[in-house]
């Protein structure tokens, strides 16, 4: 499948690569990451239904990564921006556990 | 994203190892396959990064501002202790110190003033300018007396250590005729001629023996000779044992200390 490739050459070129990260980007890449993976997830769970839509996935992703990163970035406007990182963090951990959960459903029966 | 109405989960079991296999055989490369490829090649790469970055960077750059704050609250705290901490090492340092230099002074004053007495008494030898006064006494006419008198002369003169043959001379000390011959200083015989090593200034000493009606003119009248030589370096090596004082103790008043 073209996406576990994707995955695959994209953590070859994470570790060759070793770009540095710009100041501004820090403190939102770990929230953009976790958006990411969620989507991620969410895309495998619909494979395993047999439901997958690359249209559904591709704009959960992006939708994902940027509104996470928005409220981080509203969040440091506001001053909360601690209390809000962690509250998306755990959102997205959250719905990652159900995602993986039914995933196991389908490859285990349990 | 939630699964559509109508698709049952059964069916999409049995056949999802299949599915797996028949996609592994016959990739579709259509748009939406490849915008997919890619976002996930972009996680990945950025999940990667994110985890180098924390591994290498300094977490500080990227921390937000509150963050900071509280840090730096913690910091300044931290310092503010250790500021207090080295004061107060810096002030007992300095009493042990100034403790240590006391006591040293102390006991500076205290051998000082053991060598003194030690000198005084006679328990120490003693080195320094001096005279050294010989007498001839050839028609034996020099006595007990005599001698006593050039020791208070010499006392007089200032003198510090005084030596007499062999005997060291101090506050007790005596002298007897010997009807035999000779003068009983302290117990110890001696005979002439006499001399005497004497620690002091050695001009005064000088000049004090030779004043009229001094010890010189003594010794002339009883055809006795006296010679005096100053010296930059006497040495009194005669020593004695401390007197036995089975009646004194010390007074409890301590002056000099």
């Not at chain 2, 056949?15 to 890619?38: D, K, M």
């Not at chain 2, 010890?215 to 005669?238: F, H, I, M, N, Y």
Request: proline share 4%; aromatic share 6%; hydrophobic share 50%.
């Amino acid at each position: 499948m073209i996406a576990a490739i994707g995955l695959f050459i994209g953590v070859l070129a994470g570790l060759l690569v070793q770009p540095t990260v710009p100041l501004w980007l820090q403190p939102y890449l770990p929230i953009a990451v976790v958006a990411a993976l969620d989507a991620v997830f969410g895309g495998l769970r619909a494979w395993f239904e047999g439901v997958f839509d690359d249209k559904v996935f591709v704009v959960s992703f992006v939708a994902n990564v940027v509104i996470a990163a928005f409220v981080v970035f509203l969040g440091d406007q506001l001053g909360v921006g601690g209390q809000l990182s962690t509250g998306v963090v755990v959102v997205f951990g959250i719905r990652i556990f159900a995602n993986a959960a039914a995933i196991r459903r389908h490859i285990f029966h349990a | 994203m939630r699964p559509r109405a109508g698709t049952s989960d059964d069916a999409a079991e049995a056949t999802w190892l299949a599915r797996l296999r028949r996609s592994f055989r016959e990739p579709r490369l259509n748009r939406g396959q490849v915008l997919a490829g890619i976002l996930c090649g972009l996680l990945a790469f950025a999940a990667v990064v994110q985890i180098r970055a924390r591994d290498a960077g300094s977490q500080l750059a990227g921390a937000r501002e509150s963050d900071l704050v509280v840090i730096l609250d913690g910091v300044t705290g931290q310092a503010e202790r250790l500021e207090d901490e080295r004061r107060d090492l810096q002030s007992a340092k300095e009493r042990l110190e100034f403790g240590a230099d006391r006591e040293q002074a102390a006991l500076e004053q205290a051998t000082e003033r053991a060598t003194t007495l030690g000198i005084l008494a006679g328990t120490l030898a003693a080195k320094g300018p001096g005279v050294r006064l010989t007498i001839q006494d050839p028609a034996g006419k020099v006595d007990a007396d005599t001698l006593l008198n050039a020791l208070q002369e010499l006392r007089d003169a200032g003198a510090e250590a005084i030596q007499l043959n062999a005997v060291r001379l101090v506050a007790s000390t005596d002298f007897l005729d010997v009807a035999s011959g000779g003068i009983l200083v302290d117990g110890t015989r001696i005979q002439a001629p006499y001399t005497f090593l004497v620690i002091g200034d050695p001009d005064t000493v000088a000049t004090a023996l030779d004043i009229p009606g001094g010890v010189l003119d003594v010794l002339a009248e009883r055809d006795a000779t006296g010679e005096v030589s100053k010296r930059p370096d006497v040495r009194v090596d005669a020593v004695r044992a401390p007197d036995p004082m089975p009646n004194s103790r010390a007074s409890r008043s301590e002056r000099g200390q």
